[in-house]
Nanobody
Framework: QLHLEESGGGSVQAGGSTRLSCVAS????????IAWFRQSPGKRREGVAA???????DYADSVKGRFTVTRDNALNILYLQMNSLKPEDTAMYYC?????????????????WGQGTQVTVSS
């Protein structure tokens, strides 16, 4: 079992920055694949960024060049640095993890989820 808890959400103006954190606990294992997803009302949950145990990253096209995902395996923390934020980035952001995945940005690949943290970007 992997327990994930997000923090760092809030309200930001367009063009601004913020950083989300996700702390993993329970049966933590540095070989877990960890990812960030987001979901807006009425929309499907979409993959934002993912990082493998060896640091390989994947990003959605919509956030490439603006968001950076990193992980600290010693502290079991995942980060999402979000820069140049846009109103369309407004969503609930979720942290997810699993040992074996098919597609890093497909929510169906993950069994362990946090409760989410809201990010609101105002224009």
């Amino acid at each position: 079992q992997l327990h994930l808890e997000e923090s760092g959400g809030g309200s930001v103006q367009a063009g601004g920055s913020t950083r989300l954190s996700c702390v993993a606990s329970g049966s933590t294992n540095s070989r877990y694949y960890i990812a960030w997803f987001r979901q807006s009302p009425g929309k499907r949950r979409e993959g934002v960024a993912a990082v493998s145990h060896d640091g390989t990253t994947d990003y959605a096209d919509s956030v490439k060049g603006r968001f950076t995902v990193t992980r600290d395996n010693a502290l079991n923390i995942l980060y999402l640095q979000m820069n140049s934020l846009k109103p369309e980035d407004t969503a609930m952001y979720y942290c997810a993890g699993d040992l074996w995945i098919d597609h890093s940005l497909d929510p169906r690949s993950y069994n362990y989820w946090g409760q989410g943290t809201q990010v609101t970007v105002s224009s």
